[in-house]
């Protein structure tokens, strides 16, 4: 079974600069969540879509930050524009029920690490 | 607010020690938690998950005790090997996933 797939891995640009990541979960999972994780720290949620539909985005900044899931399945973060303190890893996961469900198991891409100048 | 932490931010055993990794909860009302293990470079990856209605569940070489007295889970891990250095989070279910700080493993060959 495939895992979690994210692109790019690693992003360098400038402050003020934007930024997309792209996610594919799992086939067949319907949850997919987006974490930002500082370096020392755990990873904060920013966003949780049900299929296309946010259920949680309390976290997200969203004057800069934005997320879509338009057909249920891929998903991009966006940042624009981008600040110092963005520097983080962006981790994507996948899970096949809505986590309120209390056994669903989430699984983790590899990250994209991102670096703001 | 909710807050899942772990008691030390590293832990260092030796090669065939047993490990214990502490974690402390906030939030009465988690149900569930699980335990994710971090490689360098990696996402998190799922180790061992229990549920409230429980106290101990092991899976293999890995045991998660919780207390919901003192709102505190363990994870023990048997006979540590090389590839379990990694950082360990704790997380607990409330209406969403909090992730604690998490704590370094090290062995020591």
């Known amino acids: 079974e495939a895992g979690v797939a994210q692109s790019p891995r690693y992003k360098i640009i400038e402050k003020r600069q934007s930024v997309a990541f792209w996610c594919n979960p799992i086939s067949g999972h319907a949850t997919l969540y987006w974490y930002q994780q500082i370096l020392g720290q755990g990873p904060k949620l920013l966003i949780q879509f049900q299929n296309n539909g946010v259920v949680d985005d309390s976290q997200l900044p969203k004057d800069r930050f934005s997320a879509e899931r338009l057909k249920g399945v891929d998903s991009t973060l966006k940042i624009q524009p981008a600040k110092l303190e963005d520097s983080a890893v962006y981790l994507c996961?996948?899970?096949?029920?809505?986590?309120?469900?209390?056994?669903?198991?989430?699984?983790f891409g590899p990250g994209t690490r991102l670096t703001v100048l | 607010g909710e807050s899942v932490g772990l008691h030390l931010p590293t832990l260092s055993v030796q090669e065939g020690d047993n490990s214990i990794i502490n974690c402390a909860y906030s939030?009465?009302?988690?149900?569930?938690f699980i335990w994710y293990k971090q490689e360098s470079g990696k996402g998190p990856q799922f180790i061992i998950d229990?549920?409230?209605?429980?106290d101990k569940r092991q899976g293999q070489r890995v045991t998660v005790l919780l207390n919901k007295t003192v709102k505190h889970l363990s994870l023990q891990i048997a006979a540590t090997q090389p590839g379990d250095s990694a950082v360990y989070f704790c997380t607990g279910h409330g209406n969403q996933f909090y992730f604690g700080t998490g704590t370094s493993l090290t062995v020591i060959p």
């Open positions: 996961a996948s899970s096949f029920r809505l986590a309120g469900v209390r056994t669903d198991t989430q699984y």
């Open positions: 229990i549920r409230s209605n429980m």
């Open positions: 939030n009465s009302a988690s149900d569930y």
